[in-house]
């Protein structure tokens, strides 16, 4: 074959130019094309900001188009809002159905096809290799990092999610699901996220009113979302015992949860990274026990019943909230546990040992002569925690349960769940916090949902937590000294069901939206938030 080329003629030389012409000017409108609809996150919907999302074409991309520049990106809209985003140049990422999502670790397979089914993606297990479009979820993160945490990469056009435990690579889809929602585009870049607080809650009052298993695994869902993971279940009171028992199965009410109901709502919980946190209080708000045991109600010196307490000089009493207490502790399988100890009616009154001398007397036989109904009142919160103890739970108690001035001090290793500054035996948070207990705030003036408004309550507003509330307030209005901070594990924001009636459960879900979005932002990240509250909402209308 020789070297040299043969020459073409005129006429075709100018043929062909003008077809390379055409198809240049083609290629360039199509890559503007591109370029427009990546810059508006595919939909034209605004970034966290007001802007435009911002996306880039500086990595590859699954089909090759012209060289260009695009905007830096921007964090990604979601509630909580992520703690740190470094802005790249690239055109994002947005889920498809021929889409893969893998994992480098068969202990993130849940999460993996949970966050396929939720994008429409091909949830395709392990794999080795890489392709455009994929969403890798890996655990890696180093030792000593919060297992909440994760790191979130949109570059490529891929996604990978990584972080050292299972709960930081699910919170970190939660951000990629909202990123993507509606069909916008997970920005170009780097998120880099963890907690502020690693107790975030939702305690629910099923004892004074039912509510279903559905609308319960619907709030669990909706908790998953917005990175909660706690879900409390107060499901005995004067008014109900709402969960299948049986060692008593004489306490139950007649609407109540079974255990198969209540194994699926945990196992759901499970799958969102949620404990759930069970309470059975006592020695008060125990009516739907002592209903059907009158002989364990506490009566005063002229024979008169006090509502909900059980007469805690009674060795009956101890035996069967025990009992019940080994039973709940074989069904919620979480590390945590309420014992409540609020409320009880017998401290209320001028002189308790005149009013109850069966207590006075008691107290003097387990503690010496100079043993009160107060000291009483404590053993026994002892000794239930001596019954969780044993089951390897870490255990909280609310804070008028932590009686002053006895010689018998609660058990060390018992949380405060400080709710109230109003009731008898309710004490400053500092007087909690200065010898070094740990609290979890669940400050009544912000976030208690009490149905029916009773006393002085009025349904909590998610704006007046979004811009009043910090974990820092625990009582009232004014925040502790910020040297506690450490010591306030966090927050739970509570439906209580004073007067059960007084909404629906759609009711509830409706009312409590906001709020709980608000509570979410600010104990994923306690500083001021960038974005007002009418931009706040805006969002979570959207997202949340």
Same mark, same amino acid.
């Given at each position: 074959?020789?070297?040299?080329?043969?020459?073409?003629?005129?006429?075709?030389?100018?043929?062909r130019?003008?077809?390379?012409?055409?198809?240049f000017?083609?290629?360039?409108a199509?890559?503007?094309?591109?370029?427009?609809?990546a810059?508006?996150?595919?939909?034209?919907?605004?970034?966290?900001? #007001? &802007?435009?999302? *911002?996306?880039?074409?500086d990595?590859?991309? !699954?089909?090759p188009? +012209?060289? $260009?520049?695009?905007? %830096?990106s921007e964090?990604?809209?979601?509630?909580?809002?992520?703690?740190?985003?470094?802005?790249?140049r690239?055109?994002?990422?947005?889920?498809?159905?021929?889409?893969?999502?893998?994992?480098?670790?068969?202990?993130?397979?849940?999460?993996?096809?949970?966050?396929?089914?939720?994008?429409?993606?091909?949830?395709?297990?392990?794999?080795?290799?890489?392709?455009?479009?994929d969403?890798?979820?890996?655990?890696?993160?180093?030792?000593?990092a919060?297992?909440e945490?994760?790191?979130?990469?949109?570059?490529?056009?891929?996604?990978?999610?990584?972080?050292?435990?299972?709960?930081?690579?699910?919170?970190?889809?939660?951000?990629?699901?909202?990123?993507?929602? #509606? &069909?916008?585009? *997970?920005?170009?870049?780097?998120?880099?996220? !963890?907690?502020?607080? +690693?107790v $975030?809650?939702?305690? %629910?009052?099923?004892?004074?009113?039912?509510?279903?298993a559905?609308?319960i695994?619907?709030?669990?869902?909706?908790?998953?979302?917005?990175?909660?993971?706690?879900?409390?279940?107060?499901?005995?009171?004067?008014?109900?015992?709402?969960?299948?028992?049986?060692?008593?199965?004489?306490?139950?009410?007649?609407?109540?949860?079974?255990?198969?109901?209540?194994?699926?709502?945990?196992?759901?919980?499970?799958?969102?990274?949620?404990?759930?946190v069970?309470?059975?209080?006592?020695?008060?708000?125990?009516?739907?026990v002592?209903?059907?045991?009158?002989?364990?109600?506490?009566?005063?010196?002229?024979?008169?019943?006090?509502r909900?307490?059980?007469?805690?000089?009674?060795?009956?009493a *101890?035996?069967?909230?025990d009992?019940?207490?080994?039973?709940?502790?074989?069904?919620f399988?979480?590390?945590?546990w309420?014992?409540?100890?609020?409320?009880y009616?017998?401290?209320?009154?001028p002189?308790?040992?005149?009013?109850?001398?069966?207590?006075?007397?008691?107290?003097?036989?387990?503690?010496?002569?100079g043993?009160t109904?107060?000291?009483?009142?404590?053993?026994?919160?002892?000794?239930?925690?001596?019954?969780?103890?044993?089951?390897?739970?870490?255990?909280?108690?609310?804070?008028?349960?932590?009686?002053?001035?006895?010689?018998?001090?609660?058990?060390?290793?018992?949380?405060?769940?400080?709710?109230t500054?109003?009731?008898?035996?309710?004490?400053?948070?500092?007087?909690?916090?200065?010898?070094?207990r740990?609290?979890?705030?669940?400050?009544?003036?912000y976030?208690?949902?009490?149905?029916?408004?009773p006393?002085?309550?009025?349904?909590p507003?998610g704006?007046?937590?979004?811009?009043q509330?910090?974990?820092l307030v625990?009582?009232?209005?004014?925040?502790?000294?910020?040297?506690?901070?450490?010591?306030?594990?966090?927050?739970?924001?509570?439906?209580?069901?004073?007067?059960?009636?007084?909404?629906?459960?759609?009711?509830?879900?409706?009312?409590?939206?906001?709020?709980?979005?608000?509570?979410?932002?600010?104990?994923?990240?306690?500083?001021?938030p960038?974005?007002s509250?009418?931009e706040?909402?805006?969002?979570?209308?959207?997202?949340?």
């Amino acid at each position: 074959m020789s070297q040299h080329r043969r020459r073409v003629p005129a006429q075709k030389v100018k043929r062909r130019r003008a077809v390379v012409v055409t198809a240049f000017a083609a290629t360039v409108a199509l890559g503007l094309g591109v370029g427009v609809w990546a810059s508006t996150g595919g939909n034209g919907t605004a970034g966290p900001s #007001g &802007g435009r999302a *911002a996306v880039s074409a500086d990595s590859p991309s !699954a089909t090759p188009s +012209p060289s $260009r520049s695009y905007a %830096l990106s921007e964090a990604p809209a979601t509630v909580p809002a992520v703690r740190t985003h470094t802005a790249a140049r690239g055109p994002g990422w947005r889920p498809a159905r021929d889409h893969r999502v893998v994992v480098a670790d068969p202990k993130l397979a849940a999460d993996g096809k949970l966050i396929a089914a939720e994008l429409g993606m091909t949830y395709a297990g392990q794999k080795g290799d890489e392709r455009t479009g994929d969403l890798r979820l890996a655990l890696g993160g180093g030792s000593g990092a919060d297992p909440e945490s994760y790191t979130m990469t949109v570059s490529g056009g891929r996604v990978n999610i990584s972080g050292p435990a299972a709960p930081g690579v699910f919170y970190g889809t939660r951000t990629l699901k909202q990123a993507v929602h #509606g &069909g916008a585009t *997970a920005p170009e870049g780097v998120v880099r996220d !963890a907690p502020a607080k +690693p107790v $975030r809650g939702f305690m %629910l009052d099923i004892a004074r009113k039912n509510f279903t298993a559905s609308w319960i695994e619907d709030r669990v869902r909706e908790l998953g979302d917005l990175k909660y993971n706690e879900l409390g279940l107060h499901f005995s009171d004067d008014q109900g015992f709402r969960i299948q028992s049986d060692t008593h199965p004489e306490i139950v009410s007649k609407e109540h949860l079974s255990k198969a109901q209540v194994r699926k709502i945990i196992a759901l919980a499970d799958s969102r990274h949620i404990t759930v946190v069970p309470e059975i209080d006592s020695p008060g708000h125990l009516g739907a026990v002592i209903a059907a045991h009158p002989d364990l109600q506490l009566r005063n010196t002229r024979g008169v019943a006090t509502r909900g307490a059980v007469d805690i000089s009674k060795p009956a009493a *101890a035996h069967i909230v025990d009992d019940l207490l080994n039973e709940f502790a074989g069904l919620f399988p979480g590390k945590q546990w309420n014992l409540g100890g609020d409320e009880y009616q017998a401290l209320t009154v001028p002189d308790p040992a005149a009013s109850f001398p069966q207590l006075a007397s008691a107290a003097r036989e387990a503690y010496g002569s100079g043993g009160t109904v107060s000291d009483l009142a404590t053993g026994w919160l002892n000794d239930r925690a001596d019954t969780i103890r044993a089951h390897d739970r870490t255990m909280r108690a609310w804070n008028d349960g932590f009686l002053k001035g006895t010689s018998v001090q609660p058990a060390e290793d018992l949380r405060v769940a400080y709710w109230t500054g109003k009731e008898i035996g309710a004490r400053q948070p500092v007087e909690y916090l200065s010898t070094g207990r740990k609290l979890i705030n669940y400050n009544d003036e912000y976030l208690y949902y009490v149905l029916g408004q009773p006393n002085t309550f009025v349904y909590p507003t998610g704006q007046r937590i979004y811009e009043q509330w910090t974990p820092l307030v625990v009582r009232g209005t004014t925040p502790v000294p910020a040297k506690y901070d450490g010591q306030i594990l966090g927050g739970t924001f509570a439906v209580w069901c004073d007067l059960a009636n007084s909404q629906t459960q759609d009711q509830v879900a409706a009312g409590i939206r906001m709020p709980l979005a608000a509570t979410a932002q600010k104990l994923w990240d306690s500083g001021r938030p960038a974005l007002s509250w009418t931009e706040f909402k805006a969002l979570a209308g959207r997202v949340a």
